[in-house]
């Protein structure tokens, strides 16, 4: 008898004929999701899954939050686009949010679509504040897809053609696990990070910055999480060049870290431009670029997002801001992650390949390597581990250079049933993967 090809299999079928080759799927046999609620989505034959992965961070409060799902319905019926060529309710309204919640002074803020489109305009933003064009990022950094994102960005594989926008340079990551320096305090490694920066500055730029731009925690490189005292002392370096320091919070921010509302804050710095996106609207397509007065005061001429600041996509971040709030998200995360890093050490003790558990709050990895000696990354154990714990009914992500690193980053509103749930779930998927390696 003909076997019958599953609804999933034949939406991907579809996909391949209308959608970009580049348009590719995570696990070898393609996933397509019909419905999610919370923590648990189901695809189109009817299974269930447990996601520990939040849509890449981005489904913040869980799926399909009813307080989102009202706000967002609600203001469609009302008006659903209008441009920044009018005053938008909504617009302001999530705004005075972001500055309620958002460190020092920063408090002028441009909506966009994407971090992507956010990032861009950070980067613009202190291009025109400072007067100088060239920027400093660092090495196993992701930005984004548009042209400066990319061009600040840190990947082979995500940068598809050479870069289009002149004057980036790249520093050393702050990747303690893999600094090539040997063993090291947190002191020291900070030390040698800030005397690359300044030589970077001095060998590969005019000496005049514009900006400094990093992610608080690298989440595509894998949640690299910088030594202690990493931000206070580039901050200072780019700031004594005149330099402006841009902190990335496009996976970090909402809490995800753990008891703060951003991860920039738990190194006690106050960036002078922040970009978010992903988990700021529950979902919502919205990314952000926040400032001080006197820089968002120093671009003067035209521009605007035709999408960016949409009614629609405002009342969802103003819905997911309040949920925030009062669910105290970044408690809520740094003992949900607490809980979870236990359980995540715990399988490191079992089994050697994961070379090391890292991350903050619930922005949690596992880097897997082939010996624990050598530290050879491990891509191919990792894609294992990926599929088993697919077959386990659980979904996490990939990340690293070489593909060799388990992401999770559940909804900031997972429970401690839930938690334990994600990892039994890991924990089965790791013994087979034991098994068959």
């Known amino acids: 008898m003909e076997a019958v090809a599953s609804r999933g299999a034949e939406i991907f079928a579809e996909q391949r004929k209308y959608i970009f080759d580049c348009v590719i799927p995570l696990y070898e046999e393609p996933l397509a999701i019909a419905e999610g609620k919370g923590c648990r989505v189901r695809d189109f034959d009817g299974r269930e899954y447990l996601d520990a992965f939040a849509g890449i961070l981005t489904t913040s409060l869980g799926h399909c939050h009813p307080a989102v799902v009202a706000a967002v319905q609600e203001q469609a019926a009302r008006v659903g686009h209008l441009s920044t060529l009018y005053v938008n309710d909504r617009q302001v309204e999530a705004a005075r949010g972001l500055a309620g919640i958002a460190p020092g002074d920063l408090r002028r803020t441009f909506f966009l679509n994407s971090g992507a489109e956010a990032i861009e305009t950070a980067l613009q933003a202190a291009r025109l504040h400072t007067g100088r064009t060239e920027v400093i990022a660092l090495r196993q950094a992701y930005h984004g897809r548009t042209s400066m994102a990319s061009a600040v960005t840190a990947h082979a594989p995500w940068r598809v053609l050479p870069a289009t926008s002149t004057g980036v340079t790249h520093a050393l990551s702050p990747y303690p696990y893999r600094a090539p320096f040997g063993a090291a305090s947190d002191e020291e490694l900070v030390e040698i990070y800030a005397q690359d920066l300044i030589e970077v500055i001095e060998t590969t730029t005019n000496g005049r910055p514009a900006a400094f731009i990093a992610e608080t925690i690298q989440g595509v490189g894998g949640y690299i999480v910088p030594p202690r005292g990493y931000f206070q002392r580039m901050a200072d370096v780019i700031r004594s060049y005149g330099g402006l320091f841009i902190s990335d919070e496009v996976q970090a921010g909402f809490g995800r870290t753990g008891g703060r509302w951003f991860g920039i804050e738990h190194w006690g710095v106050v960036p002078d431009i922040m970009v978010m996106a992903k988990g700021i609207a529950g979902g919502m397509p919205v990314g952000a670029t926040i400032t001080t007065d006197e820089i968002a005061g120093s671009w003067r001429g035209k521009t605007l997002s035709t999408f960016g600041g949409n ?19 970044p408690s809520r995360a740094q003992e949900r992650g607490t809980q979870l890093r236990g359980a995540l050490d715990n399988l490191a003790a079992t089994h050697p390949w994961i070379g090391e558990v890292r991350g903050m709050g619930l922005m949690q990895a596992l880097e897997l390597v082939e010996d624990p000696a050598t530290k050879e990354p491990a891509p191919r154990l990792a894609g294992m581990l990926l599929n088993a714990a697919k077959d386990e009914e659980l979904l996490i992500g990939i990340g690293g250079l070489h593909g060799h690193v388990i992401r999770l980053g559940p909804s900031l509103l997972i429970s401690e049933t839930e938690v334990d749930e994600v990892t039994a779930r890991l924990g089965r998927a790791c013994a ?6």
């Open 432 to 437: 087979a993967v034991e098994a068959a390696r």
């Open 311 to 329: 009614p629609i996509c405002m009342a969802g971040m103003v819905a997911a801001l309040d949920v925030m709030r009062a669910e105290d998200v």
